[in-house]
């Protein structure tokens, strides 16, 4: 079993920047990639981006390329989400997800999931 716990969320203008973090326990030398997705009001969960947790290549959606990075803290077992030029749109719950199998751009191909952290974005 893997354990993720998310943090970092909160409100902030809109241009604004915030840092997620997400703590990987348990199992970890199982995960093959990790990646944020968000839910926004009314809207079915998204990709965000992804990270592969040993060669550390990197995947994004395209609404947040160039403003958005995903890292990773091996010795940590950590990924990171920096967000910067933050918009409205980017409100939502934000949740880390981890994959036993692959790096993918789809929810169903993650295995564990942490309880979310809410971002909002005001104008």
């Known amino acids: 079993q893997v354990q993720l716990v998310e943090s970092g969320g909160g409100l902030v203008q809109a241009g604004g920047s915030l840092r997620l973090s997400c703590a990987a326990s348990?199992?970890?030398?199982?995960?093959?990639?990790m990646a944020w997705f968000r839910q926004g009001p009314g809207k079915e969960r998204e990709f965000v981006a992804a990270?592969?947790?040993?060669?550390?290549?990197?995947y994004y959606a395209d609404s947040v390329k160039g403003r958005f990075t995903i890292s990773r803290d091996l010795a940590k077992n950590t990924v990171f989400l920096q967000m910067n030029s933050l918009k409205p749109e980017d409100t939502a719950v934000y949740y880390c997800?981890?994959?036993?199998?692959?790096?993918?751009?789809?929810?169903?191909?993650?295995?564990?999931w942490g309880q979310g952290t809410q971002v909002t974005v005001s104008s």
């Open positions: 997800a981890a994959s036993r199998t692959r790096t993918s751009y789809y929810s169903r191909e993650y295995d564990y």
């Open positions: 348990g199992r970890t030398f199982s995960s093959y990639s």
């Open positions: 990270i592969s947790w040993r060669s550390g290549n990197t």
